[in-house]
């Protein structure tokens, strides 16, 4: 019998890119609110996407179902 086709998580799909060479990116957090407070260099650079680390990276290929 074949094995299930392991299905992707859409949600993680929706707010996680994963680059040419494997690596998983994610939306900087603390730039929803508050940003007239926060310098324009703070702001500049929450605006670039971060690399995902650690444990957090096996768990969300799992679900993007990449391995």
């Known amino acids: 019998m074949a094995q299930q086709k392991i299905r992707t998580h859409k949600g993680a799909s929706k ?3 994963v680059t040419g060479s494997g690596k998983l990116l994610h939306r900087s957090q603390k730039i929803r609110h508050l940003r007239s407070s926060k310098s324009k260099r703070q702001l500049r ?3 670039q ?3 995902v ?3 957090m990276a096996k768990k969300l290929r ?3 179902g990449r391995s």
């Open 62 to 64: 799992r679900l993007l």
């Open 15 to 17: 707010r996680f890119k």
């Open 49 to 51: 996407m971060k690399e």
């Open 45 to 47: 650079s929450l605006l």
């Open 53 to 55: 680390e650690g444990d």
